[in-house]
């Protein structure tokens, strides 16, 4: 009988220390959600991060980039929001400037990576018609359907989700004609157990990227800029 209860005994002594250890960790990982918690508006720095390893050629064409049109009903400059569950918090998520600047400049990156010479072009349409860009062999134009990243802080849980649409098109000058229209789509979820802004600002890099690369990996654009 005392073998049996001393083991009860010693049972009971373990259950308490993980209760308690499950409390402390509990509340400190409280106390980190609270710390990272902050008001108003949160820029973000979205780069190009390809999801393969991208090869620089030595292409002749270049390539104009037209201002993009920004038709998601959103704030120029907002991407995203943050949601802190437990506390109702949320935050703007934003970039420095617009977001059709932002993906205008996320495609010239991606073309820079290849190798290809970049230079802005007046705003195109994107019909044949009106292609007007003067010392380039391609131009591309585009308008942005969605580009949005959502993010909701739990306790030990950060879920962060990105989705972008975007509609491009790429005309050859010489030709006065658009050889290729495509709609680009990406989407892209992750899980950690900790928030923080770098892992959202990873994610919809990633995203746009992974949207991008599909105009760049099409077979028709890659003979066109060879």
Avoid: H
Avoid at 85 to 91: C, I, K, M, Q, V
Avoid at 152 to 159: C, E, M, P, T
Avoid at 174 to 194: G, H, M, P
């Amino acid at each position: 009988m005392r073998n049996a209860d001393f083991r009860m005994k010693t049972k009971k002594v373990k259950t308490m220390k993980r209760s308690v250890l499950f409390g402390i960790v509990t509340a400190f990982a409280a106390i980190l959600l609270s710390a990272c918690a902050e008001k108003g508006p949160v820029p973000l720095d979205i780069g190009y991060r390809p999801l393969a390893d991208v090869a620089a050629g030595t292409p002749k064409v270049v390539v104009g980039v037209s201002p993009f049109k920004d038709d998601r009903g959103k704030a120029a400059s907002v991407l995203g929001r943050r949601v802190i569950a437990s506390t109702g918090l949320e935050n703007e998520l934003v970039v420095q400037g617009t977001v059709a600047d932002l993906v205008a400049s996320r495609l010239k990156d991606a073309l820079k990576a290849r190798g290809i010479t970049v230079k802005d072009v007046p705003a195109w349409d994107m019909t044949a018609e009106n292609i007007k860009a003067d010392g380039v062999d391609i131009v591309i134009g585009g308008e942005i359907k969605t580009l949005w990243v959502e993010a909701l802080s739990k306790l030990l849980n950060a879920n962060t989700r990105a989705d972008v649409q975007l509609r491009v098109s790429a005309a050859d000058t010489a030709e006065k004609k658009v050889f290729r229209t495509l709609e680009l789509n990406s989407k892209l979820e992750r899980q950690d157990i900790a928030f923080s802004f770098t892992q959202v600002e990873i994610v919809l890099s990633e995203a746009l990227s992974g949207a991008l690369d599909q105009l760049l990996n099409d077979e028709e654009f890659k003979k066109r800029i060879k």
